[in-house]
């Protein structure tokens, strides 16, 4: 097992301007004709990457080549003149590739994956993201079986051969690295559509999806649309080919992929109707789509100097898919659904053995490092440079980085360096940032005086060690701050609205002038992914959550009300409650569920409890039982204690025609809470009305809804439920993942026997991802009562699962096995449990390295 480290990154010895492929497509075996024309910089041999790989044919100059070696990982090649051609020809068997990187088979068709290192599965070549090369890609195919083959760049020539079969070439005119390398072959639906870019370029957009499908993909053309006009209108980028395509595939390890002018995606990232998609997955499909359309710029057209750089472009173009879903959605529900993430996922793995800061130091399997960590903490730190710099800061200093960088692959010290250069501004300080893990926890203790009108604010910051990292230094760090009177106005902080306070020191006070203020409204739009300990009252909290102008600051302030009371209740009284203590969160709830609110998105975040897994990060260890009774027992007391309010709601929100639109999610979100609050409260009186919206239901949300509704409160119910599902949607397998994963998820006593007998499931395959994630991925990540099983039941079975997985798709176990890395909050009793699976996991004879990185860390 080998490390690889940042600080050991060398440049490339040679360069390799042109490389043409041919691709020989047939039953079995692929054959693959490469032609590399390669400019050395010195006498050292040329070493290719290349992995299981059959080796057919070596020419230099059109001459065979003997002086060369092959090993597991690599071709050597000795003895070359400084510039030359070398050609190498090698065979695949895509047909028995279930990892599904390289080239592989999706349903019918072949498919490309090369992100992270890919490529080296599919010839010999320097699979480094710093070698930039112009491609000219043959690909040869039975005509029947494979109308539509497809490459990067421009169409450039097309013809029949011999025994049904034809081909076509592709030209991409602009240099990438080979990650960005696509093929895809199949016989497809094209659903066409165009886009003028605003200097007058005509581009071809196509989707291509299974036959039958064509309609489904729409939405994900509007949503490439809206996000060419968006990119052009904030960031004046425009699309640079003619054509772009996207293809929609069913077996894929993650969402898409953004190989240059051919996108690859998962197809639940594509298809939506309004029978089959909840408003999440319009949500996800706009999102995902706007995101590997960034790419075009922030990651293709600038790119990584090498992997350890990822979050240059993931991080970046994390952020950009956040501000332009934004702008097409509800800004505050996208913040609040975005700091979910970082305290729910980041913070976890922070703690966990696989922290590691968001431009990583040492890698072991690069596919382990396309974590939450580099993309959404990467995006919450150019979120926070963009806080500092202001809005058309920013955009000068985006101006100054494709200025300087485009057509290169450069570092995340070359992104910072643009914007401190375009702003004229020292950003040393906040480059901590890139090489630090860790959650900084940040405490404020205030003081009023009243005489002076002046507010004193002691902040101090300290970041925990983490497993990667001892020692920790104080980071720059942006506290965006208001301040309310009694009534709910804004008071005045140094005469403006807001403040954003640049903490930079371990210890620092502020004095801010500002009249008699009731309630502080610190950390406004989550402007920093840090913990806050801030001591406010329930009151404070409740007035913070009805008049703050700050959508995220409403909501947090109520997460906080919640937080703190549920675990005072789980430290204090083992997580059961009496009236008293629930009494503040009672009354809170039934002032907002009485309130004129009109973003009922909001309203219904609000009346939401955090979930367990971000309840699990707020302590150092955790009473596990204790923590899971008081949240518990903590949904069906407030359902109860204000049971007419929330039918009353539930009522007063009609069903319309289904349409994706910001108002209409927001009601039918409000909706489906109180539905769910109507079922803890009473399942025998609103099991009718339950059933009643599931049959009645126009839209997939609303389906859902039901069935959660029913899932912990009424098992009859949700069987009945779930069995009509079952019969109206077993045809298709992406839908039939959502009823995988609402069976995973229930809290039941005999759920291992149940999801045990759902592998046999005729749409269950242990090779399609998004179906193992449904099942085994729910139970692991949102399955607390089955996970943490007192008799140790739980993580078995997530382990006997993640063995067989690994020996079919390693990127696939490794990332389910992120809820047995996390022990070291647990009592004694769980970490022996967890200790004990992780080395049965360890001693497995043919682990993956994927996996066993993951393995090895969490046992040192
Ligand atoms: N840049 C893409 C990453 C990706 C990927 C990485 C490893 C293995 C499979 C993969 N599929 C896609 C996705 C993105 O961030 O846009
Ligand atoms: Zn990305």
């Known amino acids: 097992i080998q490390v690889k480290r940042r600080l050991d990154y ?14 020989e497509l047939a039953d079995q075996v692929t054959t693959v004709r490469s032609t590399l024309s390669v400019e050395k910089f010195d006498d050292s041999p040329l070493i290719l990457d290349g992995t299981d790989l059959e080796l057919a044919a070596i020419m230099v100059d059109g001459t065979p080549w003997q002086d060369y070696s092959v090993d597991e990982q690599h071709l050597t090649l000795r003895q070359l003149p400084r510039r030359c051609e070398i050609a190498v020809h090698t065979r695949l068997y895509p047909e028995k590739n279930t990892a599904l990187e390289g080239l592989y088979q999706s349903g019918g068709s072949y498919c490309t994956q090369c992100e992270a290192e890919g490529f080296r599965r599919i010839t010999y070549f320097p699979d480094r993201p710093d070698v930039l090369a112009s491609y000219t890609v043959r690909i040869e195919a039975d005509k029947t079986r494979y109308p539509n083959l497809l490459s990067n760049g421009n169409c450039v020539e097309r013809g029949e051969l011999e025994e049904g079969r034809h081909y076509v070439v592709w030209h991409d005119p602009f240099n990438k690295p080979c990650y960005l390398f696509a093929l895809v072959a199949g016989q497809f639906d094209v659903l066409r559509g165009n886009y003028t870019t605003s200097s007058g370029r005509e581009v071809q957009l196509e989707f291509y999806v299974d036959e039958g499908n064509l309609h489904k993909a729409e939405f994900a053309l509007q949503s490439l649309q809206r996000a060419m006009r968006w990119d052009e209108d904030v960031y004046g980028l425009e699309y640079d080919l003619d054509v772009y395509m996207v293809v929609a595939v069913d077996f894929f390890n993650m969402g898409a ?87 729910e996922q980041q913070f976890a793995e922070d703690a966990s053995p696989m922290a590691h800061p968001i431009r990583p130091d040492e890698v072991i399997e690069m596919n382990n490092f396309y974590t939450v960590t580099v993309y959404d903490k990467g995006a919450e730190v150019i979120r926070m440079l963009f806080k500092m710099l202001g809005k058309d800061g920013f955009r000068k200093g985006m101006d100054k980085y494709f200025s300087r960088h485009d057509g290169q692959a450069v570092t995340c010290d070359d992104f910072v360096q643009a914007m401190a250069d375009a702003n004229h501004r020292d950003l040393t300080l906040f480059k901590r940032w890139y090489s630090q893990s860790g959650t900084p926890q940040v405490s404020i203790e205030q003081r009023y005086d009243p005489e002076r009108k002046k507010l004193y604010l002691d902040i101090s910051q300290h970041t925990p060690a983490t497993m990667d990292q001892a020692s920790k230094r104080p980071l720059l760090i942006p506290i965006e701050i208001s301040a309310l009177d009694e009534e709910g106005h804004p008071v005045l902080l140094d005469s403006r609205k807001s403040l954003v306070l640049e903490l930079e020191q371990k210890q620092q006070s502020y004095v801010l002038s500002c009249e008699q203020p009731f309630a502080l409204n610190v950390l406004r739009d989550f402007s920093a992914p840090i913990k806050l300990r801030f001591s406010q009252t329930a009151q404070q909290r409740l007035h913070i959550a009805l008049y703050s102008d700050d959508g995220f600051s409403r909501v947090d302030a109520m997460q906080g009300l919640y937080q703190e009371a549920m675990i005072r209740c789980a430290n204090e009284s083992s997580g059961q409650w009496d009236s008293n203590r629930a009494q503040s969160l009672i009354d809170a709830q039934r002032v ?19 979930s367990f897994e971000t309840l699990m990060q707020l302590e150092e260890r955790i009473d596990v039982d204790a923590l899971m009774r008081a949240r518990d027992g903590l949904e069906p007391l407030l359902a109860c204690a204000n049971e007419p309010l929330w039918l009353r709601r539930f009522e007063s929100i009609p069903q319309t025609d289904y349409q994706y639109e910001p108002l209409q999610v927001a009601a039918r979100k409000l909706k489906n809470h109180c539905l769910l609050q109507m079922m803890n409260a009473n399942p025998q009186q609103y099991a009718e009305a339950c059933k009643a919206q599931y049959q009645q239901a126009n839209n997939m949300t609303d389906t859902l809804g039901a069935l959660k509704a029913a899932q912990n409160t009424s098992e009859t119910l949700f069987d009945e439920l779930m069995q009509q599902f079952e019969q109206r949607w077993h045809h298709a397998p992406t839908v039939m993942d959502k009823w995988f994963a609402l069976h995973a998820g229930a809290k039941r006593k005999d759920i291992l026997s149940r999801i045990d007998l759902l592998q046999d499931h005729a749409v269950f395959s242990w090779k399609n991802p998004n179906r193992v994630r449904a099942l085994v991925g729910t139970f692991g990540f949102y399955n607390p009562h089955g996970l943490y099983a007192e008799d140790g039941s739980g993580v078995r079975w997530l382990t006997e699962q993640l063995i067989q997985i690994d020996k079919i798709n390693p990127q696939v176990s490794a990332r389910l096995v992120t809820p047995l890395l996390s022990l070291t909050k647990l009592d004694d009793k769980r970490q022996l449990q967890w200790r004990h699976e992780l080395m049965r996991l360890a001693d497995q004879p043919t682990l993956s390295v994927d996996l066993s990185e993951k393995v090895h860390k969490a046992l040192n």
């Open 257 to 343: 992929m953004e190989n240059k002018g051919l996108n690859v995606f998962n197809a639940k990232y594509v298809l939506a109707d309004a029978d089959s998609a909840t408003d999440t997955d319009y949500f996800n499909i706009e999102s995902i789509i706007a995101h590997e359309y960034f790419h075009n710029w922030t990651g293709n057209r600038v790119t990584c100097r090498d992997w350890f750089q990822l979050s240059l472009k993931e991080g970046l173009t994390v952020f950009r898919d956040q501000q332009f879903s934004a702008d097409m959605s509800s800004p505050a529900l996208c913040r609040v659904q975005q700091a979910k993430v970082i305290r």
């Open 592 to 610: 907002l569920l009485n309130s004129d609110e009109t973003d009922l998105a909001l309203l219904a975040e609000m009346l939401s409890l955090p």
């Open 10 to 23: 060398q440049p490339p010895a040679f360069s390799i301007p042109k490389i043409s492929l041919t691709f």
